[in-house]
């Protein structure tokens, strides 16, 4: 009976300080609840960071310029870093690089959809700059303000980051749709009508059907849901794509007047669970890509523990 008292006197207690804004740091008393669901999320996000270096990375000995091929090798080498300081987020709350880096390389781990898909051409790599790094930030800002210390002060540092990547996406696009050859606007069209759905999905479920939104908003880790989020995005980015002339791959996409906003048709489902449950056109190649990099590294780690081992 006390003790339940106790607990439920700690959770008033931490439910107070994220109402008044404070943060909430590693050695705090926290629900389990909220450890497990910030350990879930950060893990995700940073096997995400750490998987979307693949489909570009692809491109880099394939860059047409040395400029490009130096910003496209600089933006894959920041989200090794950003896989970096979100692992470190993690384990500031109790979870092991082993279990987190096992969980991915044996399937058990989610990481974000969109990187099950194939980059087919040079320009998917600008695609994925504007479309996937521009989602990942209109969530990330969010982020940035959520409840527990050490992820929201990471948020401020990848968002930064992540807007220059944004940035160098929109600028290719930008160029190939307004002084580019037919061939070149063609190629980025048909980039658009590939990722735009994908990009969709990467926000993550309707509201309805979103099981953790209710909990992360309770406790200040999301403080937007993922409609509203996916909302703001269409909502700034439609009016862009279509001045520079594009077609978007939506034959309901419509500007309510009543709404303030862009209108899109439905989303499949369907294919989004299908790329989730390790079934997309890419999961394979990606899993197998990780873990070949992962057994590579053996030695790096042997000879870290050797040398740790031998100065300690
Ligand atoms: N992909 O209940 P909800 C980047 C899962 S970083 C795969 O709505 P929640 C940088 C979800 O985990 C991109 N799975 O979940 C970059 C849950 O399953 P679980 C990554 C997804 O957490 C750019 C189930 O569906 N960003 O791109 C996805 O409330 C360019 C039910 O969903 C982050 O991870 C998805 N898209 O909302 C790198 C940000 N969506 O875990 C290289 C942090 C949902 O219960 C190149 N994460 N699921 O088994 C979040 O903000 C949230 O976790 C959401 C999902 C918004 C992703």
Redesign the pocket.
Known sequence: MQEETSHKQKLAEFEARIARGEKIEPGDWMPDEYRR?LI???S??A???V???L??GAWITHAPNLRRKLVLMA??QD?AG?GQYLYHAAESLGATREEMLDALLSGRA??????NYPTLTWVDVAW??WL??G??IK??M??AHCSYGPYSRAMVR?CAE?TF?YKQGKEMIVQYMTSGTPEQKAMTQDGLNRWWQPML?????H?A?????AV?MRWGI?TKS?DT?RQEFINEEVPELLALGLTLPDPDLKFNEETGNWQIGPIDWDE?WR??KGNGPMNKERLAARTKAHNDGLWVREALAAYAEKTS
């Open positions: 669901q879930r999320m950060i995700q996000h096997h995400s960071e998987v979307g270096m489909p570009e933006k894959v989200e950003h989610k990481y974000a959809s969109i990187f994925v700059g996937v790094d989602a990942a969530n990330q969010m982020l990848i992540e990547h999905m990467m926000f993550g479920p509201d059907e979103s099981k953790n939104t992360l999301k993922n989020l989004f790329v989730v």
